[in-house]
């Protein structure tokens, strides 16, 4: 039986990387953080007893931050396939905290490969390095592929090469079998809450449901190449069960303006709306509203515009060309934007009614805490 490593286990796409693995036979062994709340709830459903036999799933304690815990995890699991997707993953925060996120985001690539080769595993242990399209940053050539020259342009970026490069380091000084995937974003019903698809999705559901009056977005203008993660994890996987190592790029090739994002998952629950105004006077008003289920007058402003959500340095379009990932893994995605944001909306959607439902019948919300 296969093992396997997965740091960044209670994030996205830890949840379905570690379902997928587990689906293929493997043992999975994920990499939490501790934290004064459960932060597994994208992984519950995985849980297995520690006191049964046999089990698949198990779960270490651990930070990227720690080389001395990193390395004795690994020294006692010695997996065939770490997934080191584990990360300080939101870019506007990188503004805030850049040296925590270049300790976890670049360092603890490092220190992983460090482990991997300290411990004598180079020639056993094959490792998956979440890479980022946020590596292209400010670019003019589009789509981009492998051989389009990088330009961060946050600090998560940044530390994002560093880990990028100390892989095909590693891969070529000592023979690791690591590959990175430069991934372009990819999103789910279980993407964090903070980033902007959604922050979107979530906000059409309270928006339609009367539990929001207004959506704050910043920058309208910037694009994005929008995948489903479910796609997305399969192709990590095929990566490593290539005969060479080597890096790819992972992408639907359509991009979209976050404006037109949010404008398609309005109209998904038959709100339109039309955009008016300039930089931040810039709003969205409801045009239309066909479901009788809401009760949404024209006219109404549902989104405008917050500076603080801008970006110090902003990548402005990503488009990915991901025919290597094509050709070389057999990989094609199943889903499309429009696929994904029904998936998105209608998760958010089905939430949010049993808020409101617990909320009608008097009872807190099913996050409220006494
Ligand atoms: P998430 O933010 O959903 O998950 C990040 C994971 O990393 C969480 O499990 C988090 O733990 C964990 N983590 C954060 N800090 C540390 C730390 N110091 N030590 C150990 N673990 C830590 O990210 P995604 O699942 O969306 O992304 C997975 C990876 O892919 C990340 O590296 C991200 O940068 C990269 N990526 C993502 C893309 C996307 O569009 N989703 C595109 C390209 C790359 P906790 O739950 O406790 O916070
Ligand atoms: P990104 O994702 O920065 O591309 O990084 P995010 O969803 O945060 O932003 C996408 C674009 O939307 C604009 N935007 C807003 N963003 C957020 N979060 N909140 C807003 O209110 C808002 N309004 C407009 C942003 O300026 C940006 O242009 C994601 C992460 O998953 C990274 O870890 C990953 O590496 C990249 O995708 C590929």
Known sequence: MKKALITGITGQDGAYLAELLLDKGYEVHGIKRRSSLFNTERIDHLYQDPHEKDIRFKLHYGDLCDSMNLTRIIQEV????????????????????????????????????????????????????????????????????????????SPYGVAKLYAYWITVNYREAYNIFACNGILFNHESPRRGETFVTRKITRAVAQLSLGLQDCLYLGNLDAKRDWGHAKDYVRAMWLMLQQDEPDDYVLATGITTSVRDFAKMALAEVGIEIGFAGKGTEEVGKVVSCSNPEFQLEKGRIIIRIDPDYHRPTEVDLLCGNAEKAKTKLGWEPEYDIKMLIKEMVNADLGFFRREKHLGDNGFKGLNYHE
């Open 78 to 153: 010695k997996p065939d396939e770490i997934y080191n997707l584990g990360a300080m993953s939101h870019v506007k925060v990188s503004f805030d905290i850049p040296e925590y996120t270049a300790n976890v985001d670049g360092m603890g690539t490092l220190r992983i490969l460090e482990a991997i080769r300290l411990l004598g595993l180079s020639e056993q242990t094959r490792i998956y390095q979440a890479s980022t399209s946020e590596l292209y940053g400010k670019i003019k050539e589009s789509p981009q592929d492998e051989k389009t020259a990088f330009y961060p342009r």
